[in-house]
């Protein structure tokens, strides 16, 4: 895994150039349990879907970041629906330092928003975790 790449991470959480973005926080997903990874993806796309997905009253934001540790192969996105990895969706156990922030970004549209929202709610109702550590 090179480390070449531009590392993103969306989020509702106000945060400044150098803070961490650590596990153990309560995941946006499915039964909101405390992580145990973090997310960060190398596509604009990836973490604007993050950003716009994120529980919590903040603004939307996406975040520069910088892996500390070792990164890995996100399986909730690339063995389960995306082989191959074409998101560059990845996962750590270690923090991530803020570096930046996009602030040009676009959202999705709120057709696409709705129903990607209206997916996870279908999971939700299921039982079905949305991520798997």
Known sequence: MTNSLTYY??????????DLIEPAFASNYGGRKPARFVYLTATLDAATWGAEL?????????????????IEDDPNLTDKRFPGNPTRSYRSRSPFRVIGEVTNWVGHSPEQLGA???????????GIEAIEE
């Open 54 to 70: 994120a529980v919590g009253e903040g603004r939307a934001r996406i975040y520069v970041v910088e892996p500390t540790g070792a």
């Open 9 to 18: 991470h969306g989020t509702k959480a106000d945060l400044g150039v150098g």
């Open 116 to 126: 990607m929202r209206e997916h996870l709610e279908d999971l939700k109702r299921r």
